[in-house]
Nanobody, 116 residues
């Protein structure tokens, strides 16, 4: 059974940083596009950042310059470094692994709260 396990969420003050991790198991990790999504209360699910199997990165406009996605294929792990956090970054963050419409997996989510 495929597992994506997120960690690293928590409560921080505005301007602080967090690093999220997502460890994958039972997939050929290097073949998957990995992504982070988030969902805030009352808002739509939003793509935050993605990184392809070839290392190409993409970001939502709202996080460009503040967030960095990276992957370590040897550890089957994807990271999201979040700097200069804002209250509007508060959400549940989900890890996604996708190789096709059939091979599309989600983690359970980790809460990030940015509040003074």
């Amino acid at each position: 059974q495929v597992q994506l396990v997120e960690s690293g969420g928590g409560l921080v003050q505005p301007g602080e940083s967090l690093r999220l991790s997502c460890a994958a198991s039972r997939i050929t990790f290097s073949l998957y596009t990995m992504a982070w999504y988030r969902q805030a209360p009352g808002k739509q699910h939003e793509l935050v950042a993605s990184i392809s199997s070839g290392g190409n990165r993409g970001y939502a406009d709202s996080v460009k310059g503040r967030f960095t996605i990276s992957r370590d294929n040897a550890k089957n792990t994807v990271y999201l470094q979040m700097n200069s956090l804002k209250p509007e970054d508060t959400a549940v963050y989900y890890c996604n692994a996708r190789a096709s419409m059939t091979y599309d997996y989600w983690g359970q989510g980790t809460q990030v709260t940015v509040s003074a």
